[in-house]
Structure formats: structure tokens, C-alpha cells
């Protein structure tokens, strides 16, 4: 299984950003996919997961309103609206062969950048 993210850069507060993360080599059908993130000199965190029928968990308060995860085939999007200088970060997709997103992920992505800055 790899994971490629695509979408990351540089935006001005408030605006949105639309990140991507393309699984191959397996089938996702049973496959959880989350989105993480790492600012520089915090622990990684999580963002949002989305199961193979479609469930959504929000790890964080800073998701709602805001974010939202989408799932088509094997592609994992994440739409990023009304971005603070705080939501910048590596973010990082990452798999796992589960029904639930409380689970360890053991494949990751090699991160998109993003930052919010004016």
C-alpha cells in the first residue's frame, strides 16, 4: 500500500485549501483512512478519518465547521476552509486494514505542507 498526498501550500487566513492522498496497491475496501497533522515543534494530531462505508470521526474540536473528509474509490480528500496560521502543519494520510479509526495506522504518507500565512 502507498500513499501519495497532493494539494499542500502557502494560503493567506481564511482561505481553503483541498488536500489529496491516492492509495495503491490494494483495494481500500476495508480500509480506514485518516488524516493527521504535525505543526513544527508539537506531537502529531489527529484531523479526520474515514471508514470504507463512509463513517466520519473528527479527532479534534478544530475540525468542526471547517474541515470536512471526503472518500472516492481510492482517493481521500480533505477540504480546508476559514485556515488559521495555527492549522499550519505537515499533514500526513495514513491506512489501516480496520471498521474503526480508533486503530494504529501503519501506513503513511510522506506529508503535503501546508501554511497560513498573510
Known amino acids: 500500500l502507498q500513499l501519495v498526498e497532493s494539494g499542500g501550500g502557502l494560503v493567506q487566513p481564511g482561505g481553503s485549501l483541498r488536500l489529496s492522498c491516492l492509495a495503491s496497491g490494494v483495494r481500500l475496501d476495508y480500509y480506514v483512512i485518516a488524516w493527521f497533522r504535525q505543526a513544527p515543534g508539537k506531537e502529531r494530531e489527529g484531523v479526520s478519518c474515514i471508514s470504507s462505508s463512509g463513517g466520519v470521526i473528527n479527532f479534534g474540536d478544530f475540525v468542526k465547521g471547517r474541515f470536512d473528509i471526503t472518500r472516492d474509490k481510492n482517493t481521500v480528500s480533505l477540504q480546508m476552509n476559514a485556515l488559521a496560521p495555527e492549522d499550519t502543519a505537515v499533514y500526513y494520510c495514513?491506512?489501516?486494514?480496520?471498521?474503526?479509526?480508533?486503530?494504529?495506522?501503519?501506513?503513511w504518507g510522506q506529508g503535503t505542507q501546508v501554511t497560513v500565512s498573510s
Open positions: 495514513a491506512a489501516a486494514p480496520s471498521s474503526t479509526c480508533y486503530t494504529d495506522f501503519a501506513s
